[in-house]
């Protein structure tokens, strides 16, 4: 099953970083078949008893790990009926598909219709899977992400955040509106971009010989930990998107590249979590690429691919990597409004998962939320608005909250290596970056899903997911 | 299955134009283990009976030549064991990659050591399709490729190849060598190349919806018919081998695009053989790409791309399309050497599968054999000699000959061509290519594999193989 979903992963990122339009039907069909051979495997008549009689063995902790892992996915995935899990992959590879096309062409209607699909057969998987687990049925979908993780924990955390994150937001762009920030003006050449891509992702210790960076219209990492294949986009008019998310998109790569190899096609040999994973991207885009002594690292491949200018030099580089404002779109959101796209997402997912609304309401209730949570007015503007991601065509239910939840992981593993080292600060300016990656390698990557996540968390750091590191180093980065 | 071999497609593609060193030990093992599974299905028990009862049935034309390629399939699946089909994919992975690096390393030693594990497993697969199908070692291998060919039916033709060849290149080369012909001078960037082989690509009625091109150590045609993946490669000191190399592939390519795309998933959707493949891509490479008529169409484009020169001017651009010397590079040779590079392949693989040569004897019987075929020294040039093709190293023995009966059926159709329509060459001087494109189209590629080659042969052009047409297309382009 590794092996065979090591094709699979491939045809993915072919189909965002390839494929041409008229391939989607025959890949769309072919993918969904290869769901149907794993899910047959996956749930073959003979585990059930194989995976009881493993129970009765004297196992070391590797194997009753493997074996806890083998038991989750073969309870996921006995819930689930073959014909569900391949219309639900047929119905994906469509929706994405017309997305690309549908989204810079404002056609919400469009898009509406193949997402009612996709939200019909979730709904249904949601039921099977909470029937199965007892949880609720949005919790059932979360699970598939953040094994454990419940929807009254993401309340409690995010019910704490938007009591504090808007008045924050506000403070901090009062602070922010004193300061002149010198805007770097383009056009920057896509060729040049790329470059600086490479170089940045070098940096941060992306091994190019098990990985390549290509460009996709959604920015993801894919492929396999062999060979680990990111995507970025390229917009003309400024290169920090593209370098953002590179930045943050290696962050999952490193994850990825340094799983325990010698484990590879165990159970726990995968990421722990999406939640997990996200703090890996996180760590690096926003509290490792964010950092003041980064921006001193990043200023000679910043002239040497875009070429001189003030806006480059550090204290103002700085400014514009920490710059607060409230915008349309998530991915290119800073680290203090980013939640709030989070928690809009969540509220939303969740009410359309549990059947209190229908796809027919999400662009008044996304037009609402946008205007309370930051002010923003999205009517109309569906392309930057309720199109603006594809995670809901991919079926990815219950993966946003893992984004906050990563940050917050992220500024609880810095918090930790502070205590660790005292001097870290001085390191990452000094280019010493190995001082995060060798603690994020022995604490994180290393690991794989050898421990549950509150396991891993209090290994980690000390203590379980604690959302008062996250606020801390808010507070400190933007109002010190 | 065709699903699954969707996937498995765009995998190996991906593997030589894409793929990162540290990526191909997973890859390899991905890819075997998709070509176990395959095995398994073809060779599942209960075929036998639903085959035999099928026999039984009231079917249609179609449903009898489906029938008919279903148990062509199944009779060669089941003479091989499943450890035989992965041990081979394997094997032959592992060769292919690390070719690459070893080709240009001249690392025969290294090669060697991998291609004798190749030509072990060839051997036994030969063993074991020839104790089961009844014909010789080496024509139960060819019969994969070219099925119902004999190596008899080769030797015959080969050998009429043999008594006239020799004479007929000495007599081109005198009369060559009394022309000047004016040769382009680089370099040529990358990016031109690869924009003309767009151009050009699109002038040959290539469908960029439905498929790309990209780079590869060794050029191919990949993917699917519903996205075909050319690949070619780029020297900058030239630019006519990878263009010619573009229309070579090209035609392979439309011959996928123009599939009876209705029939898709069922066997007779198939392309007929590899001979018939090899005769649609050498009907672009030489019998059009090498026309007068056609480098008149080619010449606005290489202005457009590489600029103005004399050596553009139609009569030295069809000078040099015809140019013919005697070379290392079998992709690279002209179409009068280009069967001396076949039969020297032919005769050696023939003796290894056939277990009258070893690996360790090819170096030293390729270099007798280009002296004594085209006076060509290659002693100690493992890169431009022996190494220079992946054939073997891919598991492709029985390949080679397919390439010369592909020249010799190209000529025969556009023997029949000239006779359905007398005013062809003028149609293709016009730019009127699809007199060309609309006949190939009806005769050869929207057959599929309706019927078996000679059948198809003779209705398309009247007669079974006559390689007369290839004699009197050399002699009528080249000494008249």
Redesign the interface.
């Given at each position: 099953m590794h092996?065979?979903a090591?094709?699979?992963s491939?045809?993915g990122w072919?189909q965002a970083a390839?494929?041409?339009?008229?391939?989607n039907?025959?890949?769309a069909?072919?993918?969904?078949?290869?769901d149907g051979?794993l899910h047959q495997m996956r749930t073959d008549a003979s585990l059930q008893a194989l995976l009881a009689a493993a129970e009765q063995e004297s196992l070391d902790d590797d194997a009753r790990a493997n074996l806890r892992e083998m038991k989750r996915e073969w309870r996921a995935s006995n819930a689930l009926p073959q014909a569900l899990v391949e219309a639900k992959s047929l119905a994906i590879s469509r929706c994405e598909h017309a997305w690309r096309t549908q989204r810079p062409a404002q056609d919400w209607a469009g898009y509406a219709a193949n997402l009612r699909e996709v939200v019909k057969l979730q709904r249904e998987e949601a039921r099977l899977l909470a029937a199965d687990n007892g949880l609720s049925l949005y919790d059932a979908l979360m699970d598939r992400y953040e094994p454990g993780m419940t929807s009254a924990e993401v309340d409690r955390v995010f019910g704490d955040l938007r009591q504090w994150l808007p008045g924050l937001i506000q403070q901090v762009q009062a602070r922010q509106a004193q300061q002149t920030t010198l805007q770097p003006v383009g056009p920057f050449p896509k060729a040049a971009q790329r470059a600086l891509g490479h170089d940045v992702m070098s940096l941060l210790g992306f091994?190019?010989?098990?990985?390549?960076l290509d460009e996709s219209a959604h920015p993801f990492c894919g492929?396999?930990p062999?060979?680990v294949r990111l995507t970025t986009r390229y917009r003309e008019d400024s290169f920090m998107q593209s370098m953002t998310g590179t930045i943050h998109e290696t962050g999952h790569a490193r994850y990825e590249q340094n799983l325990p190899r010698e484990l590879?096609g165990q159970p726990i040999a995968h990421s722990r979590s999406m939640g997990l994973h996200e703090s890996q991207s996180l760590s690096f885009e926003m509290q490792l690429g964010c950092h003041p002594g980064f921006a001193k690292l990043l200023l000679p491949l910043l002239n040497k691919h875009i070429g001189e200018s003030p806006a480059f030099e550090v204290e103002n580089l700085t400014r514009l990597l920490t710059r607060v404002a409230p915008g349309y779109i998530r991915v290119d959101a800073d680290e203090v409004t980013y939640p709030a796209h989070v928690i809009l997402r969540y509220e939303i997912e969740r009410a359309l998962i549990e059947g209190e609304i229908e796809v027919d309401d999400i662009p008044a209730l996304w037009d609402t939320k946008m205007m309370e949570l930051l002010g923003i007015d999205t009517r109309g503007n569906f392309k930057d608005g309720c199109m603006q991601d594809v995670h809901w065509g991919a079926g990815l239910f219950g993966y946003f909250p893992c984004y906050t939840l990563g940050a917050m992981y992220a500024a609880q593993w810095f918090a930790s290596m502070r205590r660790d080292m005292p001097d870290l600060d001085q390191r990452i300016a000094s280019g010493d970056l190995n001082a995060v990656f060798d603690w994020l390698k022995a604490n994180i990557w290393s690991q794989g899903s050898r421990f549950e996540t509150p396991e891993l968390v209090r290994r980690a750091s000390g203590e379980t997911l604690n959302p008062a590191y996250f606020r801390a180093h808010l507070e400190s980065r933007y109002l010190a």
């Open positions: 092996r065979l090591h094709l699979q491939i045809a072919d390839n494929m041409p339009a008229k391939g039907e025959a890949r069909l072919a993918m969904a078949e290869m051979v091994d190019f010989e098990a990985g390549r492929g396999v062999e060979d590879l």
